[in-house]
């Protein structure tokens, strides 16, 4: 049996590229900055400063607060070290729910995996109710 596509897609296949280029763009970073905060605990503002401080020099920005940096980063920090259960139970699932996200927003894999489709739908509903 012919199927008929009642809503066809009229974006531009190159819009829709770029479109889920960002998106994996985006996913792979807050994966990647969950994962660091959960090795982390204690210290990842601090570890990433050295970073932030080249990528300005690099952009010729001056931080017109780095007197009170260095203190802001330890309350920061010690936020996240204060409550340790907490954070790992806000950043893992969270790191699931960004992987899997984008998947709930597949044609192709709504129409050809429909099983892994709705076993990811139910774990990001959990894993939505843990994060928040």
Known sequence: MQTVDLAPNLTPLWLRRAL????????????AMAIARAVFLDDWGTQLEPFRQQLL???????????????????????????????????????????????QFSRRIRSRHIQFHRWSGRVLIVTTFVVV
């Open 20 to 31: 889920w280029c960002g998106v994996v763009i985006l996913v792979l970073i807050g994966v």
């Open 57 to 103: 020099s690099a952009l010729q920005r001056n931080d017109p607060f780095w007197a009170e940096r260095p203190e802001e980063l330890r309350r920061f920090d010690g936020r996240f070290a204060a409550h340790p259960l907490l954070t790992l139970l806000h950043v893992l699932p969270g790191g699931i729910l960004l992987t899997l996200a984008p998947f």
